[in-house]
């Protein structure tokens, strides 16, 4: 079993920047899981945001947040972080993290996730 929580989370005013983390506890980080931050905006569906494979080579981004929002890992942390720079009330949103063995945009690649981190930016 694998267990992810999220941390860092909060208010902010547009244009400011914050850093989540996601720290995985249980089966050990490094077995080659990609993790992923994905949102969701009350009424609206879950997005992804951003991933990045096991190794931390290879990360991809949705286009809403590219250049602004960046993903890595440390493994020796078991730890997933996404900072988030330049924000935007657009970007208001519960934040969760997950875990999988597979590498990719869909939420069906992803087994584990966590309970999620409130994200809120004023205008």
């Known amino acids: 079993q694998v267990q992810l929580v999220e941390s860092g989370g909060g208010s902010v005013q547009a244009g400011g920047s914050l850093r989540l983390s996601c720290r995985v506890s249980?089966?050990?980080?490094?077995?080659?899981?990609?993790m992923g931050w994905f949102r969701q905006a009350p009424g609206k569906e879950r997005q992804f945001v951003a991933a990045?494979?096991?190794?931390?080579?290879?990360?991809d981004s949705a286009d809403s947040v590219k250049g602004r929002f960046t993903i890595s890992r440390d493994n020796a942390e078991n730890t997933v972080y996404l900072q988030m720079n330049s924000l935007k009330p657009e970007d208001t949103a519960i934040y969760y993290c997950a875990a999988g063995l597979s590498y990719g945009r869909s939420a069906f690649h992803y087994n584990y996730w966590g309970q999620g981190t409130q994200v809120t930016v004023s205008s």
């Open positions: 249980g089966r050990t980080f490094s077995s080659r899981y990609a």
């Open positions: 990045i494979t096991w190794s931390g080579q290879g990360t």
